[in-house]
Every structure is written in structure tokens, then in C-alpha cells.
């Protein structure tokens, strides 16, 4: 079964830069779409950014359009989250997920549970202003 785990959350000043990973620790993910979405306390979970199985097909949500760049490797091993121009209500915990698809959603679009073959348990990204 699919794990995922991710890394690189950390805190930064407004206008900062992070680089989020998400590590396949069991089995790969090279025939799946994945994506990564985010969830700040109070708030509806908001996918931000989807990349098809092979990587040649990106979607983003408008929040995040033009300063996150979503990135995978060609084994199914690694997926990246670039965050560029970082602003406070960046401020969530992001989760990588595999989907259940090797096409990747368009975004904006509600994703379910039921979307997902596997889901990684977070990391925190904190941005100060």
C-alpha cells in the first residue's frame, strides 16, 4: 500500500521561499496524478496545486497561481511543492496526495477521500509577517 510522507514546513518571513517534499516511504506513485492541498485551522481543506502521472499536464488553484510550482521525478518516488513570494495566510498544514487517476483534476474542483489512493499526514508551514 502507498505511504506518503512529507517535509519541509518550517517558518518564514512574508516574501520568504520554502520547499515542500513528498516521499513515497512505501511502493511509488508513478502511474498516479498527485497533488498537494493545505488546511489552515478554521478552514475547508483547499487543494492548490495537481500534476498528472507523468508530469506534463499542472493545475493550480488561484491563491496560489504564479508563485508555487508543483514538481515530480520520473520514478514515483518524489513530488515538490516550490513556494515562492510566501504570505500569512499561506499559513496551513500542506499534505501531499496520490489520486486515484493518472490524470491530474483541474483546479478549482472538490476532491474527496474517496479521490485519493493515499494521503501523507502533513507538515506545517508557519508565515510570519
Known amino acids: 500500500q502507498l505511504q506518503l510522507v512529507e517535509s519541509g514546513g518550517g517558518l518564514v518571513q512574508a516574501g520568504g521561499s520554502l520547499r515542500l517534499a513528498c516521499t513515497a516511504s512505501?511502493?511509488?506513485?508513478?502511474?498516479?496524478?498527485m497533488g498537494w492541498f493545505r488546511q489552515a485551522p478554521g478552514k475547508e481543506r483547499e487543494f492548490i496545486a495537481t500534476i498528472n502521472w507523468s508530469g506534463g499536464s499542472t493545475y493550480y488553484a488561484d491563491s496560489v497561481k504564479g508563485r508555487f510550482t508543483i514538481s515530480r521525478d520520473g520514478a514515483g518516488i518524489t513530488m515538490y511543492l516550490r513556494m515562492n513570494t510566501l504570505k500569512p495566510e499561506d499559513t496551513a498544514v500542506y499534505y501531499c496526495?496520490?489520486?486515484?487517476?493518472?490524470?491530474?483534476?483541474?483546479?478549482?474542483?472538490?476532491?474527496?477521500?474517496?479521490?485519493?489512493?493515499?494521503r501523507g499526514q502533513g507538515t506545517l508551514v508557519t508565515v510570519s509577517s
Open positions: 496526495a496520490a489520486f486515484n487517476d493518472y490524470d491530474a483534476p483541474r483546479l478549482p474542483r472538490i476532491i474527496g477521500d474517496g479521490d485519493l489512493e493515499a
Open positions: 512505501r511502493g511509488t506513485f508513478s502511474n498516479n496524478a
